[in-house]
């Protein structure tokens, strides 16, 4: 069984930087990408940064320049460094891997969630 623990999450003001960082339980056998998803209140979840076993990142459009994604395949963890927050990134965020924790078995994995507020 495969555990993603988010943490970081905070209430930060507008212009505020944070970083978010996902932790899993075990050393995954191979990754094919790992990203960050958020929800906001009343909306879809949405994808906000990505980066694939290659190093290859994409981000959304609304956070391109601001976030920034990263790994340490040595803590089996992925990062998101959030700068010049602004309201509307306010919500869940959530880590994603999709990957093979053994040779045996594969899945998409999700964390529990972190909220980030930003007050306007």
């Known amino acids: 069984q495969v555990q993603l623990v988010e943490s970081g999450g905070n209430l930060v003001q507008p212009g505020g930087s944070l970083r978010l960082a996902c932790a899993a339980s075990?050393?995954?056998?191979?990754?094919?990408?790992l990203a960050w998803y958020r929800q906001a209140p009343g909306k879809q979840r949405e994808l906000v940064a990505m980066?694939?076993?290659?190093?290859?990142?994409n981000y959304a459009d609304s956070v391109k320049g601001r976030f920034t994604i990263s790994r340490d395949n040595a803590k089996n963890t992925v990062y998101l460094q959030m700068n010049s927050l602004k309201p509307e990134d306010t919500a869940v965020y959530y880590c994603?891997?999709?990957?093979?924790?053994?040779?045996?078995?594969?899945?998409?994995?999700w964390g529990q969630g972190t909220q980030v507020t930003v007050p306007s």
């Open positions: 994603n891997v999709d990957g093979h924790p053994t040779a045996y078995s594969g899945g998409i994995y």
């Open positions: 075990r050393t995954f056998f191979s990754i094919n990408s």
């Open positions: 980066i694939t076993s290659a190093g290859i990142t």
